[in-house]
């Protein structure tokens, strides 16, 4: 398994010999609802080129940190898509060709080879809920879990044990609303209930620079080391990485007995 992180939440994912971009965002700014002086999120490096040969495009929700209209406007529309309900129709309107919605509990089965399985993911207001992916290599067995808000949902251990976790390790606060991301409320829980052999951490990674009156009011809470810290205390080896922007991993997993 190899990943290269691109900032924000957006990563490759390169299994057996398949190559799956998650939540791109990787061109242009981050504007939320159009209103830069909201909220704006800009990278320090601008890539030389999009990733290709993609496979399949993964999206776990809708909104603009996970469904970045402006990258996807770039990348070829007859790329297969898997997304939330909400993600799903993001892509609808931009014309690709190719789009699955998945609800939790439903699959997508990639060349054979790969399954997709969506899971409850982050509620999105009283009324939504996006999803989270449980990604298996059907060969191997090789398994990976994605969710970038913290809301690992409680039937996700009866997959244990998942080799490789991406989720914020990192909560963020803001006034009268509470958490939107809740990583260090529940990695260290995470990490108990499906013991991965590495926890990549995603959402507040690859130096970007935010601006705007939202990113005045979050206030941010927990690090890699607390969660370091808090496994030892608990006797799990799972190793955390800090993904570097643009450099691929390369993980060398160890067989896992359920």
Do not use: C
Request: hydrophobic residues 40%; proline residues 8%.
């Amino acid at each position: 398994m190899h990943l290269t992180y691109f900032g924000a939440n957006s990563w490759l994912l390169e299994l057996g010999q398949h190559r799956i971009l998650i939540d791109p965002w990787l061109v242009g700014s981050l504007i939320f609802g159009n209103l830069p002086w909201f909220f704006k999120g800009d990278k320090p490096q601008v890539l030389d080129a999009l990733p290709n040969k993609i496979d399949l495009i993964l999206l776990s929700q809708g909104l603009e940190d996970h469904a970045h209209k402006p990258t996807l406007k770039m990348l070829d529309k007859t790329i297969p898509v898997v997304g939330s309900t909400s993600a799903a129709k993001v892509v609808k309107e931009l014309g690709y060709t190719q789009v699955t919605s998945l609800t939790p509990n439903q699959t997508f089965i990639l060349a054979n080879q790969v399954e997709i399985r969506a899971l409850p993911g982050a509620p999105i207001g009283p009324l939504q809920q996006e999803n989270s992916y449980l990604i298996k290599q059907l060969d191997s067995g090789t398994s990976l879990y994605y969710e970038p808000h913290g809301y690992p949902p409680i039937e996700l251990k009866n997959y244990a044990p998942v080799d490789v976790v991406i989720s914020p390790v990192i909560t963020m606060e803001l006034p009268l609303l509470g958490s939107i991301i809740q990583g260090n409320k529940t990695a260290l829980q995470l990490a108990q209930s499906v013991k991965p052999q590495v926890f990549l951490n995603t959402a507040a990674g690859g130096n970007v620079q935010y601006s705007g009156l939202l990113n005045y009011l979050i206030r941010i809470v927990g690090s890699m080391d607390e969660l370091r810290s808090q496994l030892a205390q608990h006797n799990l080896p799972t190793q955390v990485i800090d993904p570097q922007l643009k450099e691929p991993i390369e993980l060398n997993l160890l067989p896992q007995v359920a």
